[in-house]
């Protein structure tokens, strides 16, 4: 098993990308924690993968604080961080979006993003031991008309991650950021939910033929998340990498 006995965090863990990497570390060996401010949900992923779990919002500094408490006092370390919490509302034009909905979508994409690596990193320090994996996404490296908030703060992210891995290089701890591609979760139901007005004709028909089946596997992106947080990518630091365009199986520790 690729990562047994590893103590991996999981934000945005109660659904979607983040509990399905969740149950791919546990069927690798980890130990993992998964987090969510959605109570119910976060109850019921919990059962089902038989993980531990807690409540937190990744913009709130004591709720950051518990979560990483927690994991150090029960566990004694933290190995890996994934920082799969997120969302991408508000959908629409800069003048019709709700500024505080933005604001939200930013904290939480951002900050949240930022919170748990700063309090996740003195454990890995300590221990010299870390693998943290940030998410991008569309509109990240590009212009992404009525998703402002979403690109914006994924695009910050992605400098952050740039910056970080440069900060903790000399600690043995890898710091990235992923592109998982389009893959139908909550995210891709609000953009048809906000319909083609508010999204765009692009935006809108990409978010149904995604959800209609054309869409890239959760098993790939798990594949994905399990390559980054293992021995396997030892020394891939500081890097942007794309589920379907990059050939990142190829990598090895010497990049």
Known sequence: MKLSGEIA??????????????????????????????????????????????RTDVTEFDD?????????????????????????????????????AWKKTVDINLTGTMLCCKFALKS?????????????????ISPRPNFSAYASSKAAVLRFTETLAEEVRGHNIDVNAIHPGSVHTKMNEDVVDAGLKKAGDAEYKNALDVQSGNTVSLEQVQEFLIFL?????????????YNVWDDWRSLTNDV
């Open 9 to 54: 965090i999981i934000t945005g863990g109660a659904r979607g990308i983040g509990k399905s990497v969740a149950e791919a570390f546990v069927r690798e060996g980890a130990k993992v924690i998964i987090a969510s401010e959605i109570e119910d949900e976060l109850i019921a992923a919990s059962s089902e993968l038989e993980v531990d779990h807690i």
């Open 64 to 100: 950051v604080r518990n979560l990483i408490d927690f994991t150090v006092s029960k566990f004694g370390r933290i190995d890996i961080l994934i920082n799969a919490a997120g969302r991408q509302i508000p959908v629409g034009s800069v003048i019709d979006v709700d500024a505080e």
């Open 124 to 140: 890995m320090i300590a221990n010299r031991k870390g693998k943290i994996v940030n998410f991008g996404g569309g509109g990240a």
């Open 229 to 241: 947080s293992s021995k396997e990518s030892d020394g891939l630091t500081g890097k942007t990498l």
